[in-house]
């Protein structure tokens, strides 16, 4: 079955100190995985993605993350935050359905809190 | 520029009213969403279509209703039989229906309020 957990609901960091949001995922075949940013009152913008490709994936605004399969884990990452990061955030996982259709599972938010 | 545009951004309804969301798109994708966000919570299918005139029941298609009658329009209904409507609705779309590396692009959403 195809699941995705966020570790954290909320995470409270310092401007300039690293920033790591946790997401966690099971699922039957060969995923693909993205990071999604919503803030307040607004949809949601594309991060990140991997797609089995390289599993460090580079994002804008100076996110990555890095797919670890025997983990099942695709944290979110970045060395110094800023006041816009804060935002909530989305882990997706995202298969093929052999039986046809798709599924694209959206964890439930990670809120980010930047301190001044 | 390209992108996906809904309208109202805020709209109320009254109890026993039928009201509809627009969603159009001007970046030729096959495939549109529907998907309702409560607070603290992910994102959840309400319906989705893969080409004109054709559309799937997503999650919680209940009191929920879709048309597709044209490539970049895929309005959702919200009837009165959907007895908790108040949420953000978010439209999306991809090209084509979202699988493995299929990136989903996203509206800046709608927020219903019952009254």
């Known amino acids: 079955a195809q699941s995705v957990t966020q570790l954290d609901s909320h995470v409270s960091v310092s401007e300039g100190t690293p920033v790591l949001l946790r997401c966690n995922y099971s699922s039957s075949y060969s995923p693909s995985l993205f990071w999604y940013v919503q803030h307040p009152n607004k949809g949601l913008q594309l991060l990140l993605k991997?797609?089995?490709?390289?599993?460090l994936v580079k994002g804008i605004n100076g996110f990555e993350a890095e797919f670890k399969k025997s983990e099942t884990s695709f944290h979110l990452t970045k060395p110094s935050a800023h006041m816009s990061d804060a935002a909530e955030y989305f882990c997706v996982v995202s298969e093929n359905g052999y039986t046809g259709g798709f599924k694209t599972i959206f964890g439930a938010g990670t809120r980010l809190f930047v301190k001044a | 520029d390209g992108g996906i545009t809904q309208s109202p951004k805020y709209l109320f309804r009254k109890e026993g009213q039928n009201v509809t969301l627009s969603c159009e798109q001007n970046l030729n994708h096959d495939a549109m969403y529907w998907y309702r966000q409560d607070p603290g919570q992910g994102l959840r299918l309400i319906y989705y279509s893969q080409i004109v005139n054709d559309f799937q029941k997503g999650d919680i298609a209940e009191g929920y209703s879709v048309s597709r009658e044209k490539k970049e329009s895929f309005p959702l209904t919200v009837t009165s039989a959907q007895k908790n409507p108040t949420a953000f609705y978010l439209c999306?779309?991809?090209?084509?229906?979202?699988?493995?590396?299929?990136?989903?692009?996203f509206g800046e959403g709608s927020w219903l309020t019952v009254v």
């Open positions: 999306a779309s991809s090209e084509p229906l979202a699988g493995t590396g299929n990136t989903i692009y």
């Open positions: 991997y797609t089995s490709a390289a599993t």
